[in-house]
């Protein structure tokens, strides 16, 4: 960190899909009835693809850990999605193996998407805008990961940007061949977790990071959490790492 003390603490939510929207609501709801509300005691918020929709509820203040628990339980309509079969896996492996970095692969993987069916992604909009508790961003800094389908980087949208929550929730949630990319701030963009099941290296600099991840793995190009909470434990900062065990 070019001796810069590392300061506060952040809350790393990492996407997979409702499955991993309801697991990580279940671990947040767990760790506060142990004693532990992370979304109480995080500086730093930043959410990819479902762990935007977490994160931007927990950033709100105006919800608990056990009530957003309850929430999810409740699968609104327009959440679904088209499924997500071995003929999917297959298609993201392979543009895997095919790409040199993970902006190749997210330009690859924003292509397929740009060219996909119609998905009906009006519906998925007001899902999402009945599952956040505010379209206002939070006062308390949150971060919320999408891809660029054109050029395959990597951005983060936060409060003193020009794209709105609700925007910046739907593209980091635009799952390729699941729903359609996101037009906002004059680009189209995709889901977050093209570039990182997690992204948790953006919350380098910070002194605590607990990362949360549904999906553990990375491969070829795209970096994994644990890689990325390695690094920033290299650099000094006290990481906790939680991803499913075997039998979750």
């Avoid at 999402?128 to 505010?134: G, T």
């Avoid at 983060?156 to 910046?168: E, M, S």
Wanted: aromatic content about 4%; some cysteine.
């Amino acid at each position: 960190m070019g001796g810069t003390a590392l300061q506060g603490r952040a809350l790393v939510l990492g996407g997979g899909g409702l499955t991993g929207i309801g697991w990580e609501c279940g671990m947040l709801h767990g760790l506060a009835e142990a004693g532990v509300d992370l979304g109480a005691t995080a500086d730093l918020i930043v959410g990819t693809s479902a762990g935007s929709v977490v994160g931007a509820q927990l950033a709100s203040g105006l919800i608990g850990p056990k009530e957003l628990f309850e929430r999810q339980l409740v699968e609104l309509p327009g959440e679904g999605g088209e499924r997500f079969g071995t003929a999917m896996l297959v298609r993201y492996a392979w543009t895997v193996a095919r790409s040199r970095d993970s902006e190749a692969f997210g330009a690859r993987m924003g292509a397929f998407a740009l060219a996909a069916g119609p998905s009906d992604a009006a519906g998925h909009r007001a899902a999402l805008a009945e599952r956040l508790l505010s379209h206002e961003w939070p006062e308390r800094r949150l971060l919320v990961t999408a891809v660029d389908a054109h050029s395959g980087a990597r951005r983060a949208f936060d409060r003193d940007g020009d794209v709105t929550l609700l925007d910046a929730v739907q593209a980091s949630c635009a799952v390729p061949g699941v729903w359609p990319p996101v037009s906002a701030d004059g680009r189209t963009w995709i889901d977050g977790g093209i570039r990182s099941s997690a992204n948790a290296d953006l919350a380098a600099g910070y002194a605590s990071v607990v990362v949360i991840a549904p999906v553990a793995a990375g491969g070829g190009p795209l970096p994994s959490p644990r890689a990325q909470a390695a690094r920033l434990a290299a650099s000094g900062a006290r990481v906790t790492l939680i991803t499913p065990d075997r039998p979750a």
